[in-house]
């Protein structure tokens, strides 16, 4: 880098260099910082978002980029992909371990222009083929097995490809109880109803308005109207202005034959790629025992307004 000083001597009161070779040079400083500023245009990243373009990479060269990403959810979104990526993700929540992490990625729905692998000890394991995959289909696994390794497929056209998606780091447990619970499709046991209203997302008393199936993502979308809301992380229920009565939508498995019907219900679930996925849901008469026979015996996890 070329230092220019500009001395100022008496009453002189010229602000721009007579000398020519100092336009010159303040003008090659002046392209210089251009041309820098443009190219860190190309990658902006946070400590939960990556976004890139491989139109930084030059066409004879296989860069390998490295990305250092630090939060609990965020994304990716590889744009013109050339070359590789490698996605180093980290928790920024104290309480949980790498131990019992795991990892759960979603591709946007048009993503494509990349191979996705978990690459470990110079060993790459192919997780996701580059257009081989579900829109709603979520790909988990462990810390422990590496980080996410992305390689561009060879493109006759890169102008149109991009590659992304979505991620979530969560306990293993977490995990489990969205892909458990939910699958069989079977009522919750006492001691799992007390524990999600513990630790779930999202815990409301409602009714069941009405139940909208989508046999092509296999998914039932549940309409609740809201009785009384204990919690929830996301603005998943709203007041609604012409009714003034708490409203939502909640998830699930087409499978589990959900309908409208009668009676109140405790509403338990978890925040998943921004959706309210459905876990336990017993009847509020039925939990209103389950925690009254815990609280009598003091083996209530936690508590919480019954009324």
């Not at 820098?36 to 400590?47: K, L, P, V």
């Not at 996410?148 to 060879?154: G, K, R, S, V, W």
């Not at 890169?158 to 499709?185: A, D, M, W």
């Amino acid at each position: 880098m070329v230092g220019v000083v500009l001395a100022v001597r008496g009453p002189a009161r010229q602000l721009w260099p007579s000398s020519p070779l100092l336009l010159l040079l303040l003008l090659l400083l002046l392209l210089l910082l251009l041309l820098c500023r443009g190219a860190s245009a190309q990658y902006s990243s946070n400590m939960c978002n990556w976004k890139g373009s491989g139109l930084t990479h030059e066409a004879h060269k296989k860069d390998v980029e490295q990305v250092y990403l630090r939060c609990s959810e965020g994304s990716v979104e590889w744009m013109y992909p050339t070359g590789a990526l490698i996605i180093n993700l980290q928790t920024n929540t104290v309480s949980l371990s790498n131990k019992h992490l795991t990892i759960c990625i979603k591709l946007f729905k048009d993503s494509m222009g990349a191979n996705i692998y978990l690459g470990k000890n110079g060993e790459l394991k192919l997780l996701v083929r580059d257009g081989d995959h579900s829109p709603r289909k979520v790909y988990c696994f462990g810390f422990d097995q590496g980080a996410l390794f992305i390689e561009a497929t060879p493109q006759q056209d890169i102008s149109r490809k991009i590659t992304g998606f979505q991620y979530e780091l969560t306990n293993k447990r977490e995990v489990s109880n969205l892909h458990t619970i939910s699958v069989p499709c079977r009522p919750c046991s006492d001691t799992e109803v007390l524990l999600a209203v513990c630790t779930s997302d999202f815990v409301v008393r409602g009714s069941i308005q009405n139940v909208k199936n989508e046999p092509e993502q296999q998914e039932s979308i549940i309409d609740i109207h809201v009785s009384k809301l204990y919690r929830q992380k996301n603005k998943v229920f709203q007041i609604v202005e012409s009714s003034k009565s708490w409203q939502g939508q909640i998830k699930t498995l087409l499978e589990c034959g959900v309908k409208p019907g009668n009676g109140d219900f405790l509403f338990t679930g978890r925040m998943h790629f921004g959706e309210a996925r459905l876990s336990c849901a017993p009847r509020f008469k039925d939990f209103l025992r389950m925690y009254k026979d815990a609280e009598n015996k003091g083996l209530n996890p936690c508590e919480i307004g019954t009324v």
